[in-house]
Nanobody, 121 residues
């Protein structure tokens, strides 16, 4: 069984910074991708940043402000968020596409429970 546990959300003023963490645990054989998505009230879930085979993808709205990184030894992905804006307010979800010891022939997507990020005065 795989678990993704997020931490680091909270309330921050505009212009501030937050760092999100997501640790994957369980019967993991290998991880293909890890990334962050977000969902604001009334909106669809959208990609924020993703790591694929050493390369990174970012949503245009966060380029230059957010940085995704990964510690492979800990199966952990981070999202450093700087210069936060009110429109960054959302629930942030960690995602991993990975292979487990019981489904080694086909990778599956797993999601964290979400962490709230609120940017407000």
């Amino acid at each position: 069984q795989v678990q993704l546990v997020e931490s680091g959300g909270g309330l921050v003023q505009p212009g501030g910074s937050l760092r999100l963490s997501c640790a994957a645990s369980g019967n993991i054989l290998s991880i293909n991708t890890m990334g962050w998505y977000r969902q604001a009230p009334g909106n669809q879930r959208e990609l924020v940043a993703r790591l694929i085979s050493g390369s990174t993808n970012y949503a245009d709205s966060v380029k230059g402000r957010f940085t995704i990184s990964r510690d492979s030894s800990k199966n952990t992905v981070y999202l450093q968020m700087n210069s936060l804006k009110a429109e960054d307010t959302a629930v942030y979800y960690c995602n991993a596409n990975l292979i487990t010891t019981t489904s080694w022939s086909r990778p599956n997507d797993y999601w964290g429970q979400g962490t709230q990020v609120t940017v407000s005065l």
